[in-house]
């Protein structure tokens, strides 16, 4: 049973696009949810988290929209660059130490 | 500072051996994480140790997959009798585990297995 759907598998756009990852959760117990961005040959990295209690937040380029109604929350990158393109995972836990819970990944590319 | 290392970083091994895959968390972190990313998939959770408290096995696919975690620092993954689809990367994390509700896990960078 997978409880964190996320599309697209795949995704390409130029350079200053706005891609836009979706994310689907199925357990109301989840409350913490982070984006992770792995580059090849490398661990998962946190770029940004959120909380249920705010419906959006910022960090630099890289903005989460949350709706807790619906259950879904996404990662939306402004103004993207090569340097961006990666894989990105979004997760779900409750609690932050907790076990996480992964989407199936977001394989992006930037072109130049 | 050091983040979380794994070793080995590769390994290939024989359908039916034994493997043992290791970690070394963030120094002070008292939370430690086994995942499974097989190849295009998500991320699996295999196992989570906090602290004193018994870990939690939930993730473990089969009793060939055992993990131990010593003087609540360096864990030990181990794969025993290894099947073909065992081949995944496994990645370790680790976190503070302290009160904050928003804790960060910190990966390392995998040890991708092949099991020929």
């Known amino acids: 049973q997978q409880q964190v759907k996320q599309s697209p598998q795949s995704l390409i756009v130029q350079k200053g696009g706005i891609p836009i990852i979706n994310c689907a959760y199925e357990n109301t117990a989840f409350d913490y949810f982070p984006w992770y961005q792995q580059f090849p040959g490398k661990g998962p990295a946190l770029l940004i988290a959120?909380?249920?209690?705010?419906s959006e937040k910022k960090e630099g380029r890289f903005t989460i929209s949350f709706n807790k109604s619906a259950k879904q929350f996404s990662l939306h990158i402004m103004d993207s660059q090569p340097g961006d393109s990666a894989t990105y995972f979004c997760?779900?836990?409750?609690?932050?130490?907790?076990?996480?819970?992964f989407g199936t990944g977001t394989r992006l590319l930037v072109s130049p | 500072g050091a983040g979380v290392s794994q070793s080995p970083s590769n390994k290939v091994t024989e359908k039916g051996k034994d493997v043992e895959l290791r970690c070394d968390p963030i120094s002070g972190h008292t939370a430690l994480y086994w995942y499974r990313q097989s190849l295009g998939q998500g991320l699996e959770f295999l196992i989570y140790?906090?602290?004193?408290?018994?870990?939690?096995k939930s993730g473990l696919p089969s009793d060939r997959f055992s993990a131990e975690r010593t003087g609540g620092s360096v864990s030990t993954l181990t794969i025993q009798r290894t099947q073909q689809e065992d081949s995944a990367v496994y990645l370790c994390?680790?976190?503070?585990?302290?009160?904050?509700?928003?804790?960060?896990?910190?990966f390392g960078p995998g040890t991708r297995l092949l099991v020929l």
């Open positions: 994390a680790s976190s503070f585990s302290g009160t904050s509700l928003q804790e960060t896990q910190y």
């Open positions: 997760a779900a836990s409750k609690g932050g130490f907790q076990k996480l819970v």
């Open positions: 140790f906090q602290g004193n408290s018994a870990p939690d």
């Open positions: 959120i909380r249920p209690d705010v």
